[in-house]
């Protein structure tokens, strides 16, 4: 199965250490979306990004957050000095470069962050 | 920016009857989706609408969308415990940036 894998899927951090949460997007995606998702809430955007470069970050968090997805390897998105706020559900999606018309966003599993 | 609304946010219901939960959207877009996400789970993909007064099927859903209107409906026939879910709409902005709805938690009783 070629989905869009994230790792890991709980990562319990206490308050003031780093979280790292890692994205491969599917075979052949290179534009990669990060979501936060609070419990029982929506999907807020974060950011959007193809490899080695940042599309869009209006969602980010101006401090301790911080994303990247290089030329090899996963995306990755990086808390640093975790709060009890920042406990969520991270969900990262993929996309073709030329996302066709009638393509969806692919998700994948999320990370769901407990901040203790 | 562009705002995404869903309503109704929480909805329960029989089974066997019909209901439609609403999306309305704040600028201009061509593309709108329909997901469902289950408790604990990622989510799914159900509807892709491109283009005013598309109207696509699957099953018991059936998605509409009115680009004038900036509108797009899920309707559900027919209810049956399996549909309960979270149901998003997400709208496509012109920059590829894509803004979700907060979602409409749906129960379906048996």
């Known amino acids: 199965n070629a989905g869009v894998m994230q790792n890991p899927r709980h990562l319990v951090r206490r308050r003031g250490q780093e979280a790292r949460l890692r994205c491969s997007p599917m075979?052949?995606?290179?534009?990669v979306y990060w979501y936060r998702q609070l419990p029982e809430e929506g999907l807020k955007f974060m950011v959007y990004?193809?490899?080695?470069?940042?599309?869009?970050e209006s969602g980010m968090p101006k401090e301790r957050f911080s994303a990247e997805f290089p030329k090899e390897g996963p995306s990755i998105l990086r808390i640093q000095q975790v709060v009890r706020g920042d406990s969520a559900a991270y969900f990262c999606?993929?996309?073709?470069?030329?996302?066709?018309?009638?393509?969806?966003?692919?998700f994948g599993n999320g990370t769901r962050l407990t901040v203790t | 920016e562009l705002k995404v609304e869903q309503n109704p946010l929480f909805l329960s219901m029989q089974e066997g009857k019909n209901y439609t939960i609403y999306c309305n959207y704040s600028?201009?877009?061509?593309?709108l989706y329909w997901y469902r996400q289950d408790p604990g789970k990622s989510l799914e993909s159900l509807f892709v609408?491109?283009?005013?007064?598309a109207v696509k099927q699957e099953g018991r859903l059936m998605a509409s969308l009115d680009t004038k209107a900036r509108l797009s409906t899920l309707h559900i026939t027919a209810a049956v415990h399996d549909l309960s879910a979270t149901y998003f709409c997400?709208?496509?902005?012109?920059?590829?940036?894509?803004?979700f709805g907060k979602g409409t938690r749906l129960h379906i009783l048996p």
């Open positions: 999606a993929s996309s073709p470069m030329n996302r066709g018309y009638n393509s969806p966003l692919h």
């Open positions: 075979k052949g995606h290179s534009h």
């Open positions: 990004l193809q490899k080695e470069n940042i599309i869009d």
């Open positions: 600028t201009t877009s061509d593309r």
């Open positions: 609408l491109l283009s005013n007064g």
């Open positions: 997400a709208v496509d902005t012109r920059d590829d940036k894509i803004i």
